[in-house]
């Protein structure tokens, strides 16, 4: 970001002093101040805001990658057990038929 060195900001200072004056330079220092603060605060409000959105993006990748293990869970299982029923149907006896009724 922006560096600014001691000398830097004392030339700042003194060039301000000149023009503006003795009177005006309380005033102009709180108004720079004031700006100062309401910048890092917005600085500040960005970066917690850019890191929530990684961390949703991160939490939705996971959420996605949780699904397809699911799925593909879920397709085995299901391959599984249908596998498992088609050999287990020879081997079931056919149910008798129940007897008819007369009358």
């Known amino acids: 970001m922006l560096d600014f060195s001691f000398s830097e900001l004392l030339l700042c200072f003194v060039v301000a002093l000149v ?33 929530r959105e990684s961390q949703v993006a991160e939490l939705k990748k996971q959420i ?4 397809r293990v ?10 599984e057990t249908h596998k498992l029923v088609e050999e287990a149907k020879p081997e079931i006896p056919a149910a008798p038929k129940p007897p008819a009724e007369h009358g």
């Open 19 to 51: 023009v503006l004056g003795p009177e005006r330079m309380p005033g102009v220092a709180r108004t720079v101040g004031r700006w100062t603060g309401k910048a890092r605060v917005y600085m500040r409000n960005l970066t917690a805001e850019l890191e």
């Open 70 to 79: 699911l799925r593909e869970h879920s397709q085995a299982l299901q391959s």
């Open 64 to 67: 996605e990658d949780a699904q």
